[in-house]
């Protein structure tokens, strides 16, 4: 499909105005979580996977199943890329050297007499791949020994999936990023992130400065663009219309760019990567670009990443319990059109969720690695690692913050004392 009838905006009435579905690519992992010789844990509708580094520094993803007698490889370790099962001690690695290998074979398992038979015993992956600092995953429920046997539909950049489509280079930013984890079914906290009115009541006590608090409320003026790739929502003031108040991109099924003014001018930029791990679980990446306090001695001195992190806890923390009480009531039937009635503001979380009831009849993420009564809890009982579901790191990072926030203002008074003294 040419980049022309990409961009050409589809009939208002269309229900299938986007092209891509819950399978396909999806943002897991930030690059500087993924270390060496560091086994990364998550799920994808239920399905545990791992991610880690081969001994190539390539990023792997696989299903967390060894292929010899059906053990996870929770408990077991890596060694310079070379994965090993806790369970017998079967060690996989990358079969070719080249930059896209297809399959992760066993080297060897219990002891020599194995080592022929063991290559024949093979990881069952996922297509994977690692771009501005993101580590990208292409999800079809499916996972293949082979993993060019999965067939890949459309690259990022034809998906405009890439900050780049969308008119900003990452070079020209520095940022700030968080993974937060919740209890609730995740495609409620996409319909959060594209609820504009929100934000004013719900965090305005919490976000710095004083343009958007309950007291400057009100509604707005808004332009709704739909591809075949993302749905775009241009939000102005009623009095101002020339004067964007801000701009979000929803490209399926989970990323969302979110932006003052252009893309050319916007001095931040916001980028959510929702990611459903299981049944009432769910997984958060933000990351926030920012074209001032590039310095990062002057960043480190003001305590900016800190602060800033801080502020990412304690606005998702008060989403919290609104998104456990929208995924209850929906659970027990009562989000219907008798009990909800949307505002004119509302028209893209509508059609969102037009695309998300479309995508589950046709696809049925949950149905291929459906949980039931007699599943055991092995990855439910698993504790969440982030914020607002573990609240361990938030306390830290705000103890830390204001530890060191307490020293900056001890050393200068210490300063000011010293000069003083002299003088």
């Not at 009435?13 to 086994?39: E, P």
């Not at 370790?77 to 996989?92: D, L, Q, R, T, V």
């Not at 003031?237 to 969302?256: A, C, L, S, W, Y």
């Amino acid at each position: 499909m040419s980049q022309a009838m990409k961009q050409q905006v589809l009939s208002k009435d269309s229900d299938d105005q986007l092209s891509n579905g819950l399978y396909g690519w999806y943002a897991v992992c930030v690059s500087s979580t993924l270390v060496n010789d560091f086994l990364y844990f998550f799920s994808m509708y239920n399905e545990p996977l791992i991610l880690y580094r081969d001994k190539y520094s390539r990023a792997v993803c696989i299903k967390d199943l060894c292929t010899h007698r059906a053990a996870s490889f929770q408990g077991g370790e890596i060694k310079s890329g070379e994965i090993i099962c806790p369970y017998h001690g079967a060690k996989f690695s990358s079969d070719k050297t080249s930059k896209d290998p297809d399959r992760i074979c066993c080297n060897q398992i219990v002891d020599p007499t194995y080592n022929t038979y063991a290559r024949n015993i093979q990881l069952h992956q996922y297509p994977c791949v690692e771009k501005d600092g993101y580590i990208y995953i292409y999800y079809t429920g499916n996972p293949s020994t082979n993993v060019h046997d999965i067939p890949i539909h459309s690259t990022l950049e034809e998906l405009e999936f890439t900050p780049i489509s969308y008119g900003f280079r990452t070079s020209e930013y520095v940022y700030e990023e968080a993974l937060l984890d919740f209890r609730c079914d995740w495609s409620r906290i996409v319909e959060n992130h594209l609820d504009i009115l929100h934000i004013f009541w719900m965090h305005g006590n919490s976000l710095p400065g004083n343009v958007v608090n309950r007291k400057t409320i009100k509604s707005f003026n808004h332009k709704i663009t739909k591809t075949s790739n993302y749905i775009k929502c241009t939000y102005t003031h009623k009095d101002n219309e020339n004067t964007e108040f801000i701009t979000q991109v929803f490209v399926p099924p989970g990323r969302i760019y979110m932006y003052r003014g252009s893309p050319e001018t916007a001095r931040y930029i916001q980028v959510l990567d929702h990611i459903p791990l299981a049944n009432n679980r769910a997984r958060v990446m933000v990351r926030h670009y920012r074209k001032f306090i590039k310095n990062s001695t002057l960043c480190k001195l003001i305590l900016f990443s800190l602060r800033q992190r801080s502020i990412f806890y304690s606005i998702f923390s008060e989403d919290y319990l609104a998104l456990k009480a929208q995924t209850f009531n929906e659970q027990m039937g009562y989000m219907t059109n008798k009990n909800m009635k949307l505002l004119a503001e509302d028209k893209a979380i509508n059609w969102y969720w037009k695309w998300y009831e479309s995508c589950l009849k046709n696809d049925s993420p949950w149905d291929r690695h459906k949980l039931s009564p007699n599943t055991n809890t092995l990855y439910d009982d698993s504790p969440m690692t982030y914020p607002p579901e573990n609240l361990r790191l938030e306390r830290l990072v705000n103890y830390r913050f204001k530890i060191r926030l307490i020293l900056r203002i001890l050393i200068l008074v210490g300063l000011l004392l010293f000069v003083y003294t002299i003088l």
